[in-house]
C-alpha cells in the first residue's frame, strides 16, 4: 500500500554537528512534502516543504533533499544544537486537502 | 501569522462522560481543519477533515458518532469525545490550512492530553 515510512527511529548526534534524517515514501504520485518538528507534548511545528518539481532547498540552517528517482527525501539539519532535540516527521500529499506522516525519527543532541 | 490555539490542554475525566476540545485559527481564516490523534511514540492517525458549515469526512474506522466535530466558523472547530472510556485516553491535535497560504501546509495546534479514569 502507500506509505511514508522512515529509516532510523533515532538519531544521535553530538551538539555541533550535521544531523540527516531520512524519510522514505512509496507514492509516487506524490508532489508535495513537508518536514515538522514534534517537541514532547506539543504539536507538530512546520519546518520546511517542497515540492515535487525540486530536488532542494534550503531554509535556515536546515535542507530538505528530494530524491524521486529512489523515493526518498531527507532533511538535514547543520550545527545541531539541543533545542533541535525532537521527532521529526516527514508528511507527502498528493493533491488533496490531506497529509501522510511517516512514522517520525527522534532526534537526540547530546553536548 | 498561522496560529493555531487548542484548548484545554489537558483533561482528566470519569469514563462514561463527554469532553469538549476547541481548536481555533487566531490570525487567519482556516479553509479546513483536521483532527489527529496520536498514540505515544507514534505518528498522527487522521480522524476527521473538517469545512466550515459542513460535514465532516471521518476516515475508515473512526467512529462519528464517538467522535463529534462541529466547524461552525472559518475559526472555529470543535471536537466531542462523548461517553468517554479509557480506551479513549490519547493526544489528540487539531490543525488548520487555509487557501491564502501555502496551499497544503497544515498548521498545528499544541494538542489536547485526554486522560480517562
Known amino acids: 500500500g502507500e506509505s511514508v515510512g522512515l529509516h532510523l527511529p533515532t538519531l544521535s548526534v553530538q551538539e555541533g554537528d550535521n544531523s540527516i534524517i531520512n524519510c522514505a515514501y512509496s507514492n509516487s504520485a506524490s508532489d508535495y512534502f513537508i518536514w515538522y518538528k514534534q517537541e514532547s507534548g506539543k504539536g507538530p511545528q512546520f519546518i520546511i516543504d517542497?515540492?515535487?518539481?525540486?530536488d532542494k532547498r534550503q531554509g535556515q540552517r536546515v535542507t530538505v533533499l528530494l530524491n524521486k528517482t529512489v523515493k526518498h527525501l531527507s532533511l538535514q539539519i547543520a550545527a545541531t544544537q539541543p533545542g533541535d532535540s525532537a521527532v521529526y516527521f516527514c508528511a507527502e500529499n498528493m493533491d488533496t486537502d490531506k497529509l501522510i506522516f511517516g512514522t517520525g525519527t527522534r532526534l537526540q543532541v547530546f553536548p | 501569522g498561522a496560529v493555531v490555539s487548542q484548548h484545554p490542554s489537558r483533561v482528566i475525566c470519569k469514563s462514561g462522560t463527554s469532553v469538549k476540545i476547541e481548536c481555533r485559527s487566531l490570525?487567519?481564516?482556516?479553509?479546513?481543519m483536521f483532527w489527529y490523534r496520536q498514540f505515544p511514540k507514534k505518528s498522527l492517525m487522521l480522524m476527521a477533515t473538517s469545512n466550515e458549515g459542513s460535514k465532516a469526512t471521518y476516515e475508515q474506522g473512526v467512529e462519528k458518532d464517538k467522535f463529534l466535530i462541529n466547524h461552525a466558523s472559518l475559526t472555529l472547530s470543535t471536537l466531542t469525545v462523548t461517553s468517554a472510556h479509557p480506551e479513549d485516553s490519547s493526544f489528540y491535535i487539531c490543525?488548520?490550512?487555509?487557501?491564502?497560504?501555502?496551499?497544503?501546509?497544515?498548521?498545528f495546534g499544541a494538542g489536547t492530553r485526554l486522560s480517562v479514569l
Open positions: 517542497i515540492r515535487s518539481n525540486m
Open positions: 490543525s488548520a490550512r487555509t487557501d491564502r497560504l501555502a496551499k497544503n501546509i497544515q498548521y
Open positions: 490570525d487567519f481564516q482556516a479553509t479546513t
